[in-house]
């Protein structure tokens, strides 16, 4: 008699289970997405869901996919690595995901790249620029920005344009991304014949970057390359007044001197954001079809307009649905196999086509902050305005 | 040329920094001397601190450097209940015990700050902060830093006043001579020592406050904090407090010149490099207190 007792139980977990597994199936297609929801990293990880959200809603005002609602399956890395490998487990293992879109960070995306490759779960990265993420040779991974190389590369066509500064200093933050830059950067000046004065790594999340930024005053050079996050960019830049750190060129890798929030005052560096370069992947002016309509949904939404991070998320998401509407099917293997072949010749983030490392070849822009805005400065077929240079200096400043 | 004024202007730099490391590490050392306790929830008291300013700062605007007195309250009152309730219970029972609690109240302490105020940064923005001190040409000074400079020269002083003069003071270092003998000199050593907890707890709640207007606020900003508290206490000698000041002012000038001469990376790894030296070969520290 008492086994029967035994019994109901575990019938009932075997039922749950059972529900749990299949409950995914059916009338909606979800789709993973790691990003930093919370933690350093929020301000980003919440410009990509302000993205995913505006593509999701044009997707399923269309009617979906395959007849079917799409859901976005949101996992928070809290801008921790390790959070998001276990993020990649649970979107695959518990919720039966067939595709993932994220993370933010270089760290986090190269954390989950063995995961995803192990898991054979196509991947779409929209922002992680450091190159290692696409350079495993992981046929499941694909990526819609530009990455470090492009970055560098289109920093020095500017400098060479525009004054042809000969002495360098590289500024960069201590984890994937920021090594990631310095590597790119380091060896395409040497290429290009600059003379790198200073490279320095810091440990980011300090109160105190002075002293780095004195040692790099003392080596006097002409241009500054930074590889930061917002807030670090933020301190870097305030800090850079104090101790009257006067380059003719403060450049950056984006990012954090990218951010929307980066020229305000109160979370960024307000004015002392402005005259600062910065590569950029897109901007609300891009002539790009839907790029306008973009910004105006971006404003209405959260009422402030959109950095690139937001509009790569949105991208990443219309890829994914391309390539599911392409495949006729939410498969993984043939939404890879799709995604091989996909030549998307407009979209609001331009053409996108993957080559064999998986990597879409997005053009790159450079932007300066002027009057607290980012205006595009090269390439001449894109600027809007032409570049103030030399930096004024920090004491002839109001 | 430049790298004297450099250097000037590093050393400037790692003695205001240094004054908050030694007004926390001030309040660890109390803590320790008069109770022998290791509080591995310091950080998390100064996170508090911080967020409490915070929340004021947010509310009615302000500035931090008026509203320190009311961390330093706010903290005082959670370190006293803190000693009365979690820790007295326990005395008597194994350090380690100790240690466990207090690694797991910080732990509570910080998971339930990211529940009510999530993990996202938060920073303020004071006009004080775009104001420098000129010094010449070569030498500034960032306002904010010297302001706190001098709040907390002010309370290292005043704790050092209270500890050595007054009543309070002198029952605190009886119990801390003699845990068992100080009863019977009609001491209340539960109180005292619940008070010093209090005070102990106070001082990184203060320097939370201080700290809010250049830096940045998030759940897990103690940590750093904590660790370098450590290094302070064992280099000024454990449970000496002028020790811990002093040495806060060393660590604060050895991080920035390393920082300087060696690069920003350097800067962190010399904090364990003093504290592995420290350890072995003076380990009764800088003010060398006999109970090493």
Known sequence: MKRFYLLFPCVLAMLIVWAGCHGGEGNTIKIGVVTSLTGKQAAFGQAHKNGYTIALDEINAKGGLLGKKVELDYYDDQSKPDQAVQGVSKLVDQDHVTIILGAYSSESTRAIVPVVTQKKIPLIIPTAVADNVVETGSPWVFRICAGAESFAAATLDFLKNNGDPKTLAIVSENTNFGQANSKSMTEAAKAAGLDLVDSESYQDSSPDYKSLLQRVKNKNPEVVYFASYLLDASTLMRQAEQVRLNPKYYTSAGTGFAAAEFPTPDKGAGKYAEYTFSVSQWLPSAKWKGSAEFDEKFFKLTGAHPAYHAIEAYAALVVAAAAIDGAKSAQSQALRDTLRQINLAETPFGPVKFDSRGQNLHPVLVTQVQEGKYKVVWPLDAAETKPIIPTPEWSKRQ | ?292
Do not use: C
């Open chain 2, 1 to 292: 040329m430049n790298w004297f004024y450099s250097t000037i202007q590093a050393i400037l730099n790692g003695l205001l920094t240094g004054a908050l490391y030694g007004l926390i590490a001030m309040g660890m050392a109390l803590i320790f001397g008069v109770m022998r306790i290791v509080n591995f929830a310091h950080g998390a008291f100064l996170m508090l601190g911080m967020y409490a300013t915070y929340v004021l700062f947010q509310t009615t605007g302000i500035s931090p450097y008026y509203s320190f007195p009311l961390a330093g309250a706010v903290l005082f009152v959670i370190g006293y209940a803190t000693y009365m309730g979690l820790l007295r219970p326990i005395r008597g029972q194994v350090d380690f015990m100790v240690i466990l609690l207090t690694m797991g109240l910080a732990l509570i302490i910080t998971d339930g700050v990211q529940l009510i105020f999530g993990a996202d940064y938060h920073q303020i923005n004071i006009p004080l902060l775009s104001k420098n001190i000129r010094i010449g040409s070569q030498i500034s000074i960032n306002a904010p830093w010297l302001v706190s400079f001098a709040i907390a020269a002010v309370l290292a002083v005043a704790l050092y006043f209270v500890v050595t003069h007054t009543m309070f003071g002198r029952a605190a270092r009886a119990i801390a001579q003699n845990r068992y003998a100080a009863p019977l000199m009609g001491i209340n050593v539960n109180r005292v020592q619940a008070i010093s907890f209090g005070i102990g707890s106070a001082a990184a709640g203060i320097a939370g406050a201080l700290l809010l207007p250049v830096f940045y606020l998030f759940p897990e900003v103690g940590n750093q904090f904590k660790l370098k508290s450590f290094v302070m206490v064992v280099l000024g000698g454990m449970g000496s407090i002028q020790g811990a000041a002093i040495a806060g002012l060393v660590l604060g000038v050895v991080e920035s010149l390393t920082s300087l001469y060696w690069g920003n990376e350097w800067a962190l790894a010399v904090d364990f490099v003093i504290f592995i030296l420290v350890l072995s070969l003076k380990p009764s520290g800088i003010f060398g207190s006999q109970r090493a």
